[in-house]
């Protein structure tokens, strides 16, 4: 009775999973932080339950945002996380043909997290509004740059690896479709050290005020090469079998796809670029990133 029941559970939120999603891009999982303890009388409803906001969901997908649910709802995020923080959030969905909105989900459909990928152009970044001058010298002598936004993973999300995946496809969008050499992000300080700590980003200018979120900010910026490095030692053998991966704690890069899954990845994203759609893809235009926590 208990497995029927499991059974009919499963195949009901089977249906809310986005798998079918065609600008769907990567789907991935991580081990079970709500697993089975010794003398647990309910192993089997533990691990079949995994509900929405649950910290044991596991599952997730990340997408192209193209659809109007879609939109609606990385506004909806971002608009929260900056109400919380007391953030300007006014226009925080528009349209825009240089930037490119990417949405991951928990396998019954919610919403996990969201990031916007700002294109170098001639119109220019958000972020030399404030920097200007440290934009234009760090393309001058490293070449075209994107600017990464609203990088935020839901409140209730307890998984560092929907943070990097969201950071990992939006890295090779810009860095293997488009050429980019590397990514800044206008933060505040708090989230810049966060971002020093976590990836290893440097803060290259500070104490400006980001008039579009009427806040402090910093300006951080790491070379993609860089990021490659630290990806590909993070998933390189154990040194001297002591068990200890070179990209040590605290590092966010144990968390990113390997090469296998990267590529995988860089074949999805340029289907989906040779369909776009001519109209503007949905895009983020305040500048703050807000990891969760």
């Known amino acids: 009775m208990l497995e029927n ?6 195949r009901l939120f089977q249906g809310l999973i986005p798998d079918n999603d065609s600008s769907c891009i990567v789907s991935f999982s991580e081990p079970d932080l709500f697993s089975s303890r010794p003398n647990d009388i309910f192993p089997q409803v533990r691990q079949s339950f995994r509900l929405s906001g649950s910290h044991n969901h596991n599952r997730y997908t990340i997408s192209r945002a193209n659809t109007h649910k879609q939109k609606k709802a990385a506004r909806e995020l971002i608009g929260k996380m900056y109400s919380q923080r007391n953030y300007k959030s006014e226009n925080v969905l528009q349209e825009n043909s240089r930037l ?10 919610k919403l996990a997290g969201t990031v916007t990928v700002g294109l170098d152009s001639g119109n220019g970044l958000f972020a030399e509004e ?3 001058e440290e934009v ?3 393309r001058q002598a490293v070449g075209k740059i994107c600017e990464f936004t609203c990088l935020a993973v839901a409140p209730d999300i307890r998984s560092r690896k929907v943070l990097a995946g969201l950071f990992h496809v939006a890295m090779l969008y810009a860095s293997r479709l ?9 933060v505040t300080p708090q989230h810049g050290q966060f971002y020093e700590k976590m990836l290893g980003m440097k803060n290259i200018a500070s104490g400006r005020i980001c008039k579009r979120v009427s806040t402090p900010s910093v300006l951080i910026h790491s070379g993609f090469s860089y990021i490659e490095e630290q990806i590909s030692k993070a998933h390189g053998p154990l ?3 002591q068990g200890f991966h070179p990209v040590q704690e605290p590092s966010l890069y144990r968390h990113f796809f390997d090469k296998e899954k990267e590529a995988s990845i860089v074949s999805r994203l340029d289907g989906l670029l040779e369909k776009r759609n001519p ?5 983020i235009a305040s500048p703050l990133l ?3 926590g």
């Open 5 to 10: 029941f499991l059974t009919s559970t499963r």
């Open 100 to 109: 490119t909105t990417f949405v991951a989900y928990t396998g019954s459909g």
């Open 130 to 132: 404030s920097y200007q």
């Open 136 to 138: 234009a010298s760090l």
């Open 178 to 186: 488009f050429d980019h050499s590397g990514v800044i992000f206008e």
């Open 239 to 241: 040194q001297h079998n």
């Open 279 to 283: 109209c503007p893809p949905p895009s």
């Open 290 to 292: 807000v990891p969760n």
